[in-house]
């Protein structure tokens, strides 16, 4: 018979199930891929922020992702701190629990909202080249900007605050971090509200997110099909197939997850690919962006050739 534990301050979180000879070699893995993440996505942000010939709307956008990887990446810390932890010691607090799942949800969200309005830039860009400068204002890209984020704490509150509302029974979270899902399976009561609005949200997100891909680049095709101008087809080229290969690795990734749990022998391979999930996107994205820039380039190659001129004095 299973022991109840009614509205627990501390929750017990399961982790991940590694030998002890892999326990290590897992850890630096994780440790190292965290610094990289945090170090590139803060390198872009800095780069974009200093260096006015990149205050633009894409590079703008762009520091958007930048600032959700590392929204994205926040769970691994504690991951970390709890792989050194034995099982009965990975102990979470109910709410710093809430506040994870939270900046989970908020990154996945975020990740198609960003990548959404991206894909309108680039859209404006190659198919209304001449009115570009007059849509994309400033005015304009803080309205993109507060819509992406917004919708995406708005959706995600309520998803949330569905969860909150009802009393746990139970304290061990299964699973790596903790997400809604996990939080609303501690309770005991129904949790029909919470399965109808988690799909309703999933489903809206995901048809939305690629419904705008899928229109967005049939007239981008179209446009470049139509086009003689083969300085207009590069550009569309180069531009959209980096946006395009960081949103079908943001979304291969989720639905790796989502068809893992139709496995339950797969446990430990879901857990694996949801790692995944927060480092790959945040690990690819700068290097993606930062490869195909020729100006995000050429601020490094000037940032390094003059590093060389200081170290000759």
Not at 213 to 228: A, E, G, N, P, W
Not at 241 to 259: A, D, E, F, K
Request: hydrophobic residues 45%; contains cysteine.
């Amino acid at each position: 018979m299973e022991n109840y534990t009614y509205n627990s301050p501390t929750l017990q979180l399961e982790g991940l199930n590694v030998s002890n000879d892999s326990t290590y070699p897992v850890f630096l893995f994780l440790f190292f891929s965290y610094l990289f993440i945090i170090v590139a996505n803060v390198g872009i942000a800095f780069i974009v922020f200093i260096d006015k010939t990149l205050h633009q709307p894409m590079y703008l956008l762009l520091l958007n992702l930048s600032v959700n990887d590392i929204v994205g990446i926040s769970i691994v810390p504690h991951l970390l701190i709890d792989m050194l932890r034995p099982q009965s010691e990975r102990i979470i607090s109910y709410y710093e629990c809430v506040i994870q799942a939270f900046t989970t949800h908020m990154f996945s969200t975020t990740s198609h909202t960003v990548l959404m309005i991206m894909a309108f830039d680039r859209y404006v860009a190659i198919c209304n080249p001449l009115r570009y400068a007059a849509i994309m204002t400033n005015k304009m890209l803080i309205k993109l900007t507060v819509s992406a984020w917004g919708v995406s704490f708005v959706l995600v509150g309520i998803l949330l605050g569905l969860t909150i509302r009802l009393n746990t029974c139970r304290t061990f979270i299964r699973g790596l971090y903790c997400n809604n899902a996990s939080l609303f399976k501690l309770s005991c009561e129904s949790v029909f509200i919470n399965n109808v609005y988690g799909l309703t949200f999933t489903v809206v997100l995901l048809s939305s997110s690629i419904g705008s891909m899928v229109l967005t680049y049939s007239k981008i095709t179209v446009v470049c099909l139509t086009s003689k101008n083969k300085s207009l087809n590069s550009k569309a080229l180069k531009t959209c197939s980096t946006h395009l290969v960081v949103y079908l690795i943001m979304l291969l990734s989720g639905m790796s997850i989502i068809t893992l749990h139709r496995f339950p022998q797969l446990a430990e391979s879901r857990k694996f690919v949801a790692i995944l999930y927060h480092i790959i996107p945040g690990s690819l994205n700068p290097i993606i962006y930062g490869m195909q820039s020729k100006e995000i380039r050429r601020f490094l190659s000037k940032l390094f050739d003059s590093k060389k001129v200081l170290s000759l004095f």
